[in-house]
């Protein structure tokens, strides 16, 4: 997956029971150690860490606090958007 950068959200796509973790769980990526391997903290609410985890890029999803700039060009706004998924 590209798109992975240091600090990035990610959500893992896979469970992971011998680390205690389940799909769907959100992560910060803290090191990058080869391409395509990254070291991800999984924190709770209070950002106590319960997991640290060398993870494979194909494990994860990048997750957007923003619009992308691919999607934010194809609406005009907010309901816009939700209109236009309903449109015939």
Known sequence: MTGIDMHSVVALLEDLPEEGLVRGQVGTVVESWAPGVYEVEFADDNGKTYAMVALKGEQLMRLHHQPVHQAAKRCSG??????SRFSP
Do not use: A, I, V, Y
């Open 78 to 83: 907010p309901m816009h958007s939700l209109f």
